[in-house]
């Protein structure tokens, strides 16, 4: 199990950190963030992901992949930066704690108020996961 666990890291690396899908992305300058790429989650398994992009990079043996083809590439095996949290509040959150009524001075307890309700909009969790990504 750990071999497995191993050698899907490993994939998980040939993608985001060296490998031939990196080095595309990064020639093709798709993003105006360089970390854009390496956010994006994956739609499948790793093996399958470079598998794909085999098939693609044989249809170009010589030269860069065109850059539409590309981007239809990372649209279907790579979801969006963020997709995979949801907006989450903490359970023991309440809207007036109680430390906060523990301030003396007024303007100070707001800003503490403005501080604390940032939870609500700034909260998030890893969504559970819909489907088993096979190798």
Request: charged share 25%; with cysteine; aromatic share 12%.
């Amino acid at each position: 199990m750990l071999l497995i666990i191993l050698f899907v890291q490993h994939l998980g690396h040939e993608i985001y950190c060296s490998g031939p899908i990196l080095h595309q992305v990064q020639e093709a300058k798709l993003f105006d963030d360089d970390k854009y790429f390496v956010d994006m989650k994956l739609r499948s398994a790793p093996g399958v992901v470079l598998a794909a992009f085999q098939n693609l990079s044989n249809e170009w043996p010589n030269s860069a992949i065109p850059t539409e083809k590309l981007q239809e590439f990372l649209a279907a095996h790579f979801e969006k930066p963020g997709t995979e949290f949801e907006t989450w509040t903490p359970t023991d959150w309440h809207e007036k704690p109680r430390f906060l009524s523990g301030i003396a001075d007024e303007k100070l307890r707001r800003w503490g108020e403005q501080i604390h309700g940032l939870w609500k909009s700034l909260g998030r969790k890893v969504k559970k996961p819909t489907g088993r990504l096979s190798a």
